[in-house]
């Protein structure tokens, strides 16, 4: 059981936009900021978003980041098959004093 | 550019003891905390604690206190994780990952294989 909370799946066609949603509670998400890795199966994650809506050098403008309360979303347009895989959230979690991470979400793109 | 090389992957006995390996480059070893991350077979990330390679201060997360040990070579930017009492549950890909507090950079990983 993930201390985040995201949909185990989600999906869209080339071209579409799609959103994966993220929550938490007043202890990580409420306080502090949520980053996003993508992972394809294999290999290492790859930092995507950080601080909750700031894109690394080379993340296509096409992924977006945005926190509101306890929840945060990361959001793809202009869907492509590269971007197939898996998505994890995290936060610094004050009451646990340690990183936490959402169980992550499968996007396939049909 | 920065790297972060892992050793190789290791099989280890219920019970016995296994030290992972994380060598950096391309950046001051000492300006980043280094993480460590595992994923077992199909699941998610778990991090599992930092190292400060400058002062070799160290965090752990609940679930590993008392069975992990993180420490650091600074003569040779490389920081170790030493997992004990190895349980089958135990067996997964063991990242290190580091970065401006957001694992910007991450190691190609260790699968540490538990079995008897």
């Known amino acids: 059981q993930s201390v985040l909370t995201q949909p185990p799946s989600a999906s869209g066609t080339p071209g579409q936009r799609v959103t994966i949603s993220c929550s938490g509670s007043?202890?990580?998400?409420?306080?502090?900021?949520v980053n996003w890795y993508h992972q394809v199966p294999g290999t290492a994650p790859k930092l995507l978003i950080y601080s909750n809506n700031q894109r690394p050098s080379g993340v296509p403008d096409r992924f977006s980041g945005s926190k509101s309360g306890t929840s945060a979303s990361l959001a793809i347009s202009g869907l492509q098959s590269e971007d197939e895989g898996d998505y994890y959230c995290?936060?610094?979690?004050?009451?646990?004093?340690?990183?936490?991470f959402g169980g992550g979400t499968k996007l396939t793109v049909v | 550019q920065v790297h972060l090389v892992q050793s190789g992957a290791e099989v280890r006995k219920p019970g016995a003891s296994v030290k992972v390996s994380c060598k950096a480059s391309?950046?001051?070893?000492?300006?980043?905390?280094i993480h460590w991350v595992r994923q077992a077979p199909g699941q998610g990330l778990e991090w599992m604690g930092w190292?400060?390679?400058?002062?070799?201060?160290?965090k752990y997360a609940e679930n590993f206190q008392g069975r992990v040990t993180m420490t650091r070579d600074t003569s040779i930017s490389t920081a170790y994780m030493e997992m004990r009492g190895l349980r089958s549950d135990d067996t997964a890909v063991y990242y290190c990952?580091?970065?401006?507090?957001?694992?910007?950079?991450w190691g190609q990983g260790t699968l540490v294989t538990v079995s008897s």
């Open positions: 990952a580091s970065g401006a507090g957001n694992f910007g950079y």
């Open positions: 007043s202890s990580n998400i409420g306080s502090n900021s």
């Open positions: 995290a936060a610094w979690d004050g009451s646990l004093v340690g990183w936490v």
């Open positions: 391309g950046y001051t070893f000492s300006a980043y905390f």
């Open positions: 190292i400060n390679p400058d002062s070799a201060g160290t």
